[in-house]
């Protein structure tokens, strides 16, 4: 059955700074894997999607992941936060359906 | 092009009452998604709808919840009777194409349940 993890429920940054969120998945097959964001008050949004074709996946407002099989990882990163990054980002597998993280809180400070 | 819109925004009510959530989905997507998405965690799916048809209802509570998609457009979302744990944000999303993860989501109705 698929599953996803993502290891920080917050994470604090220092506005200008780079933005690690960490995901690990579990899977039967190659799955699909998307990270979404949901600012305060608003519907989610996705951020991008890998679905086996570059390891590398750049996403909207200059977010990107890596997928690495061997860790069965798709962490998101940004080289440098804004305080619009600030809101709740999820990491979603998919084989049939979506399955969402518990999501990660992305504070950023001025 | 308009969004996914979703009706009421806020809802409280007592358990044992009932109550009812509307989403209109982008014009033209067939796919229609409800979520459950309770206080820190992820969104669970409840309902998958394909047109007016139902693709996966695997996760709806049927003694409870019901959803209906009439002539495959817009949806509601009924709980009768609501239970304490029923308290969360129920979001609707749809898309294009079905299989594509690629959903877009409506700002979700917040039930509270007392």
């Known amino acids: 059955a698929q599953s996803v993890t993502q290891l920080d429920s917050h994470v604090s940054v220092s506005e200008g700074t780079p933005v690690l969120l960490r995901c690990n998945y579990s899977s039967s097959y190659s799955p699909s894997l998307f990270w979404y964001v949901q600012h305060p008050n608003k519907g989610l949004q996705l951020l991008l999607k890998y679905t086996s074709a570059a390891t590398l996946v750049k996403g909207i407002n200059g977010f990107e992941a890596e997928f690495k099989k061997s860790e069965t990882s798709f962490h998101l990163t940004k080289p440098s936060a804004h305080m619009s990054d600030a809101a709740e980002y999820f990491c979603?597998?998919?084989?049939?359906?979506?399955?969402f993280g518990a999501g990660t809180i992305l504070r950023v400070k001025s | 092009e308009a969004g996914v819109a979703q009706s009421p925004r806020y809802k409280i009510i007592e358990k044992r009452q009932s109550v009812a959530f509307w989403c209109n989905p982008i014009?033209?997507?067939?796919?229609l998604y409800w979520y459950q998405q309770i206080l820190g965690q992820g969104p669970k799916l409840l309902i998958q709808f394909q047109n007016n048809g139902v693709v996966d209802d695997s996760q709806l509570p049927k003694d409870r919840f019901s959803a209906e998609r009439l002539k495959g457009v817009d949806s509601t979302l009924k709980i009768q009777p609501a239970k304490l744990e029923d308290s969360a944000v129920y979001l609707c999303?749809?898309?294009?194409?079905?299989?594509?993860?690629?959903?877009?989501f409506g700002e979700g109705s917040r039930l509270t349940v007392l």
């Open positions: 014009s033209g997507h067939a796919t």
């Open positions: 979603v597998v998919s084989e049939a359906k979506l399955v």
């Open positions: 999303a749809s898309s294009l194409f079905e299989g594509t993860g690629e959903l877009f």
